[in-house]
């Protein structure tokens, strides 16, 4: 790999660390291609992607960052990436669980450096998706209860017309 090469790398992983949600950082020695491009379906699934980086590469992404996220990269790293801080951290938390050869480092999350721990509480959220699907019933639910009042009166009226019309006939 040239300066040219190594410049245009630098350059890119600096984009995916400044606008994913959120990097999560993992080990993956001893995956097979299979396995590896297992995790990637799921996470393309998700709209996140999985990517094996050059540690010294994206130390030097992370120059303004501090000595905690720099620790992060030693020995054979792959990063999981998403614009929704879940997803990624999502994704590879339960491919982690059904395979022991990737393990969860921790993860960068705009300026915070998480530990494993918190990478495992973020992936327990639920998903940009799933917020916004409940943020829109929670305001429709009201409107649903205001309809299904103001119409009771109505067809209860109608019953009781309709009751009184069976019983002349």
Same mark, same amino acid.
């Given at each position: 790999?040239?300066?040219? &090469?190594?410049? &245009?790398?630098? @350059? /890119? ?23 590896? @491009? ?5 996470? !393309?699934? @998700? ?6 980086? *050059? ?5 030097? /992404?992370?120059?303004?960052? %501090? @000595?905690? /996220?720099?620790?992060?990269?030693? %020995? ?5 990436? %998403? ?5 990624? /951290? *999502? ?20 300026? =915070? ?6 990478? &495992? ?10 917020? !916004? ?17 103001? &119409?009771?009166?109505?067809? =209860?009226?109608?019953?009781?017309? %309709?009751?009184?019309?069976? *019983?002349?006939?």
């Amino acid at each position: 790999m040239d300066r040219a &090469q190594k410049a &245009q790398s630098i @350059e /890119a992983l600096s984009g995916v660390f400044a606008n994913a949600g959120a990097v999560v950082v993992t080990h993956h020695l001893g995956l097979t291609v299979a396995e590896t @491009e297992d995790l990637r379906g799921r996470l !393309r699934k @998700e709209g996140a992607a999985f990517k094996v980086v *050059k540690n010294r590469l994206a130390q030097k /992404a992370l120059s303004d960052a %501090g @000595e905690a /996220a720099h620790a992060l990269f030693k %020995g054979p790293v792959a990063i999981a990436y %998403g614009p929704d801080p879940v997803s990624a /951290a *999502k994704a590879t938390t339960a491919y982690a669980k059904d395979n022991e050869k990737l393990v969860i480092l921790g993860a960068l999350m705009g300026d =915070q450096v998480l530990d494993a721990a918190r990478v &495992q509480a973020l992936a327990k959220l639920p998903s940009l998706d799933q917020l !916004r699907g409940k943020i829109a019933g929670l305001i429709l639910a009201p409107a649903t209860k205001i309809a299904g009042v103001v &119409q009771a009166p109505a067809g =209860q009226l109608a019953r009781v017309v %309709g009751a009184y019309a069976a *019983k002349a006939a």
